[in-house]
Every structure is written in structure tokens, then in C-alpha cells.
């Protein structure tokens, strides 16, 4: 059987599969089996930071399989507590639990504010509230935190106790602040998964005043847009805001899984032994390759991505076919006259791959993209839609 034949026969049918088997690559450039090249405006989904098989990554992955590769959590290990302190020096947060993906940092997360607001206010403070159109994970707490009634459908029931809101509508948010103990607010700065939209200013520094006017835990979900995606290191440092939890993970390790909890000074303590706990959270592997990743995030590349950002704003804003453009740094949306899938479909066509996030088509190039690979697959998409 060929390798789509086999995939389609043993793997369970959650993913709808591009027809198209990439076997190797180099930064932005991947290649598929016939040896097409393609140039990758996706990223694995915000994932491969720097690209695939980048050397810089790739020789501190390489040192750190030679050395161990797991030891579990029950001995230290020099990559994950380095990160651990990379990450609160450069947020100012104070302590860090690890584990492998995006649902799981939104877990830990929900349990930290769980406890801190039972500890704090009473076993009935626990309403985690979340934005409509909002994506946190796919397990069943998660799927719950999740502002999208169709994710839901036939996996009832949820875990209780999540109420969604209108994004960017504060009276609501205060309303219901007033009649329910709300543990935490979660939020993503800018909704992926539901389109490319990014919060107002207004409102995330709403939202952070009303939490700690009230102590509730304000937490944002940077498992898409952290890690310099929007041209900050985190999204909230665009919003002048402190939030008390941070969840990250997709790019944080350029490739390996790898979920990231930052807690603030009000639950940095919330945890004790027992409370919470991974298998292979803090992989020593994984740790060194997201310490290779946060090292290079510096203000120069951040400067960078916030240029390659204009730049893709300029070239997309009014052209033929493109309705509008969204996102913040190197997360955008285009909203396009003719179906985003159809626009994805003939971009992978004349090599360049894109996503889709609801009915736009979703750009989330390496952070280091060379200007001319950025440049050629700008025009190829600006001339798909325009036809
Ligand atoms: C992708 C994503 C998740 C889920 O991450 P997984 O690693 O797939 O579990 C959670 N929140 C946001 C904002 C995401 O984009």
C-alpha cells in the first residue's frame, strides 16, 4: 500500500489530510515525495518556529539526545529548570509547570485557578468564564473552555462549570461578574482557531481591571500566539497588561511537544506536592530545544517579525480578491472573495502552504522566513486570489 493508502486504512479519521506527503525540508522550504518544493506559510501550525530541521535547533537537539533523553520528574535535569527561569525572566512570572501540548497547559491552568479560588474564596468559587469563538484545547475540559458549540456536539457530558462571553463586550463580562464567583477568566489576545481575530485594547485591559478588581485570575492562552508569533515574546505584552496565568506551548520548542503553565505572584505557590503531574512534562529533550528556540526570540527578531508583518499587511490590504486582513504579527487572516479552501488548494498547487482558520485562509510563517521566500509567496497568493 502506498503511504496514503495506509494512512487512510490504520489511522482514525479526525484529520481531512491535504493530498500531499512532505518528506523533508530545510527553514521555510519542504519538500514532497515527487521532490516538489513548497514554501511553508503554516509552520505545522505555529509550531516549527524557525522552520524544519533549522541547524541551530536541530544541534541542540541532537547534544541533549546524547546526554539523556528522560529521566522522568522525579530527579532534576538541567534543560527544563533553565527554562523554567528563561521564561520568568523574561515575563516576570514566577513559577512554571510543564507538560506536552496546548490542552494540557489550558488544563493546568484551570486547575491552578480552580484551587487558588477555592483556597482563597470558597469551594464555590469556581466558574471558569471563556470567550465565544474561543479555541482552548480538545480534551473534555478543554472542549468545555472552547467558545464553539460544534466541537461540543455528541461528547456531552462536559466538564461543568464554564460560561462563554461575547468577546470584546465588557458590560456583559461585568454583569455576570456580579452574579456568579467567577474562579478565572481565560482568553486568547488573538482568536486562531476562530478566525484570525484579535481582542482590542480596550477590552483585554478591561478585562484584566475587572479580574483584579475582583480577584479573579486573569488568564490568556498563548498556546497559538506566544512565542514571538505577534511580534512580542507573548501576545498580552501588546496590551500592557500582567496576567496572573500564562498557558503556551505549539512554538515554544520549534517542533517537540511541549506545553508550558507560567504562574504569576498570586498562584505561584497555589500547587504543592501531589497536586498536578506529567509523565513526560519538562522532557529534558524538549527543554533544550525551547531554550535553543527563547534564546534567539530576541528584540531583533522580534522587530523583524513586526516588519514581515507590515509587509504582509501592505501587500494584502485592497488587493484584488482579498476582502480584508486581519491578525497581529506573523498570525493573519485573509478574508478572500473566493472560499478559503479553494485559495489554499491552488496556492499548494503553485507551491505555497497555507491554513485555513474558519473562512479565512491563515498565514503562520516561521518567525525567521527569509524577506525574498516571504516575497514569492505573497505574489503567488495575491495572484490566486485575484484570479
Ligand atoms: C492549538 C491550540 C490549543 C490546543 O493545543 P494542542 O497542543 O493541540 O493541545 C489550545 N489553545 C489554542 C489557542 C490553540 O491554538
Redesign the pocket.
Known amino acids: 500500500m502506498s503511504i496514503k493508502e495506509l494512512d487512510t486504512t490504520y489511522i482514525a479519521h479526525t484529520y481531512k489530510r491535504f493530498p500531499l506527503e512532505i518528506v523533508s525540508g530545510k527553514g521555510s522550504l519542504v519538500y514532497d515525495e515527487a521532490g516538489k518544493e513548497y514554501i511553508d506559510l503554516g509552520s505545522g501550525?505555529?509550531v516549527t518556529s524557525f522552520g524544519v530541521a533549522d541547524d541551530v535547533w536541530q544541534q541542540a537537539v541532537i547534544e541533549q539526545i546524547g546526554k539523556v533523553q528522560h529521566m522522568s520528574n522525579l530527579y532534576y535535569t538541567a534543560p527544563c529548570a533553565k527554562l523554567a527561569e528563561m521564561l520568568c525572566r523574561k515575563t516576570g512570572m514566577k513559577k512554571v509547570f510543564f507538560s506536552n501540548?496546548?490542552?494540557?497547559?489550558?488544563e493546568c491552568a484551570i486547575k491552578a485557578a480552580r484551587k487558588y479560588a477555592a483556597e482563597t474564596h470558597g469551594p464555590d468559587c469556581s466558574t471558569i468564564v471563556t470567550l465565544k469563538n474561543?479555541?482552548?484545547?480538545?480534551?473534555l475540559t478543554?472542549l468545555a473552555a472552547t467558545g464553539q458549540e460544534h466541537y461540543h456536539e455528541l461528547f456531552q457530558p462536559l466538564t461543568p462549570g464554564f460560561v462563554h462571553v461575547t468577546a470584546g463586550d465588557l458590560d456583559e463580562l461585568k454583569a455576570l461578574a456580579d452574579t456568579t464567583n467567577i474562579a478565572g477568566i481565560l482568553i486568547?489576545c488573538v482568536q486562531?482557531?476562530g478566525g484570525v481575530v484579535p481582542l482590542s485594547k480596550d477590552y483585554v485591559q478591561g478585562v484584566a481591571a475587572l479580574c483584579k478588581e475582583k480577584d479573579i485570575l486573569f488568564m490568556v492562552?498563548e498556546?497559538?500566539?506566544g512565542n514571538g508569533r505577534t511580534g512580542q515574546l507573548y501576545a498580552y505584552m501588546n496590551y500592557g497588561v500582567q496576567p496572573d496565568i500564562v498557558?503556551t506551548?505549539?512554538g515554544l520548542a520549534g517542533g517537540l511537544p511541549l506545553?508550558a503553565t507560567l504562574l504569576g505572584d498570586k498562584v505561584q505557590n497555589v500547587f504543592g506536592y501531589g497536586d498536578h503531574g506529567s509523565t513526560f512534562g519538562g522532557n529534558p529533550v524538549s527543554c533544550a530545544a525551547a531554550l535553543s528556540v527563547l534564546s534567539r526570540i530576541d528584540d531583533a527578531l522580534l522587530a523583524e517579525v513586526r516588519e514581515k508583518s507590515a509587509y504582509l499587511f501592505d501587500t494584502f490590504q485592497g488587493a484584488p480578491g482579498i476582502e480584508s486582513v486581519s491578525g497581529l504579527g506573523l498570525m493573519i487572516g485573509l478574508k478572500t472573495k473566493k472560499p478559503a479552501g479553494e485559495i489554499v488548494a491552488a496556492c499548494m498547487e503553485k507551491g505555497v502552504l497555507c491554513l485555513t482558520a474558519k473562512d479565512k485562509v491563515r498565514l503562520l510563517p516561521a518567525l525567521n522566513i527569509p524577506m525574498d521566500l516571504l516575497r514569492k509567496a505573497a505574489e503567488i497568493i495575491k495572484a490566486v486570489c485575484a484570479a
Open positions: 501550525i505555529a501540548s496546548g490542552a494540557e497547559s489550558n474561543s479555541f482552548h484545547g480538545r480534551t478543554t486568547e486562531g482557531e492562552d498556546v497559538q500566539t498557558s506551548a505549539k506545553g
